[in-house]
């Protein structure tokens, strides 16, 4: 998984590329350190404690660029991305953005739940982690980065976003992985993500929210 979304991240010209572990078992250091001897691209690799929003903004720090984004390991960028991020951005009043969203299975109920999960996003004005967020270095450390939530950290920081400009809803699409919702079943997986972001938008911590979101690699 993350040799291939390095693999491919590896084509699109971007500045430099980040990869921070959080002390997983799953190669992805192993795999890292290879890139970085057979590739000709430029690497960083790091580790921190886990967590995504810690392993976000340790990457953040890490980062020299004047624009910032944020990609799963299982996801894959359009190999129009950059142009289109930074498209975006000459907007002055633009402080950021996510992609459009689809999945690596050809079927009806995938095609069926992404279309769902862009559409709720354009509405919202709300963007997950899946659709690779995008934002300019001085809005997000004005922000104070990712706050420091086991879950909905995306969801937080999307929210913050919106209200320091205008966030860019690109229809160009990102590939991410379909495993979550195949393993916990499509309908329970939805109905578990809607009832997690109400009882979120109610007041309950995300700490407790995080012990009914089982983890997926």
Not at 70 to 99: K, M, N, S
Not at 171 to 190: K, M, Y
Request: include cysteine; proline fraction near 5%; charged fraction near 25%.
């Amino acid at each position: 998984m993350i040799a291939d979304t390095l693999a491919h991240t590896a084509t699109l010209d971007f500045d430099e590329v980040i990869v921070v572990d959080g002390g997983s078992r799953d190669r992805t250091t192993e795999i890292a350190e290879t890139f970085q001897v057979q590739s000709s691209n430029p690497l960083i690799l790091l580790t921190s404690p886990a967590g995504r929003a810690t392993q976000m903004n340790a990457g953040a720090a890490a980062a020299t660029g004047d624009i910032l984004l944020f990609l799963h390991a299982d996801t894959h960028l359009p190999a129009d991305a950059r142009g289109a991020i930074e498209g975006a951005l000459r907007d002055p009043a633009c402080v950021g953005g996510r992609f459009d969203v689809r999945f690596d299975r050809p079927t009806r109920l995938a095609r069926t739940i992404s279309v769902m999960m862009n559409a709720r996003s354009r509405w919202t004005g709300i963007a997950t982690g899946d659709q690779a967020i995008f934002v300019h270095r001085l809005v997000f450390d004005r922000l104070g980065g990712f706050p420091a939530l086991p879950l909905m950290e995306d969801v937080e920081f999307s929210r913050r976003l919106k209200r320091a400009g205008r966030v860019a809803a690109l229809r160009a699409t990102v590939t991410t992985s379909f495993r979550r919702w195949e393993r916990g079943g499509p309908v329970r997986t939805i109905l578990l993500m809607w009832v997690l972001r109400f009882l979120y938008w109610i007041g309950i911590s995300p700490r407790t929210l995080a012990r009914w979101y089982p983890m997926v690699r």
